[in-house]
């Protein structure tokens, strides 16, 4: 069956680049403004805070997500200017190796979508990271979204946890101090204290 509409043959990908070859991807939205660079020893960090630590998980769960997102129609109007586009609500930068660099953006709601249930539009003016206008729906926005802290990671040591032999802490007013021997962990401070459980520890 031939489709009927002949946009149904157009690509619909935001994001239709090879993702293995960028290099940096920066995020602005209202107060938000920063940037995941990838470091060749370290992988992603965050450049405006990387003494804390970036989830490379996160990072590549964004790129996963980026890969599957479409447009859901292209406007017939040419003029850009009415899309918002010029300042978006949302702007991507991606950067990549060989020195380009493209960006997705997102613009002014499309007019007369709005849900009656919560007032907020279901469909927005796009540019796909090739430049081509298309629109998004709303879920699509909310994927696209992302906070600094969705990507710093939420691990408290920085460490194997395995791998410590010692473990030093103090719980209300009292120290308590642990070795593992054997592949068990031993309390040896309070005096006369025991783990009830290895998994105490």
Not at 138 to 160: A, C, H, P, S
């Amino acid at each position: 069956m031939i489709p009927k509409d002949p946009t149904s043959f157009r690509e619909r990908r935001l994001f239709s680049r090879d993702a293995k070859g960028l290099k940096a991807i920066r995020f602005r939205e209202a107060g938000e403004d920063f940037t995941l660079e990838l470091d060749s020893e370290e992988g992603w960090r965050l450049t405006e805070s990387p003494d804390l630590g970036t989830d490379q998980r996160a990072v590549s769960r964004f790129i996963g997500v980026l890969k599957n997102l479409r447009g859901e129609d292209f406007p017939a109007d040419s003029n850009r200017d009415a899309y918002g586009l010029d300042t978006p609500r949302l702007d991507i930068e991606f950067s990549f190796e060989d020195g380009t660099s493209t960006a997705i953006r997102v613009g002014r709601a499309v007019e007369g979508t709005e849900n009656p249930e919560d007032g907020l539009s279901t469909q927005y003016y796009a540019q796909r990271e090739d430049g081509v206008v298309t629109t998004v729906a709303r879920y699509t926005l909310d994927g696209l979204r992302r906070k600094e802290f969705d990507f710093r990671t939420k691990t408290v040591f920085d460490f194997n946890p395995a791998q410590a032999l010692e473990i030093s802490l103090r719980f209300e007013g009292e120290r308590y101090e642990f070795h593992k021997a054997a592949g068990r962990w031993l309390l040896d401070s309070p005096a006369g204290r025991r783990l009830e459980s290895q998994s105490d520890a």
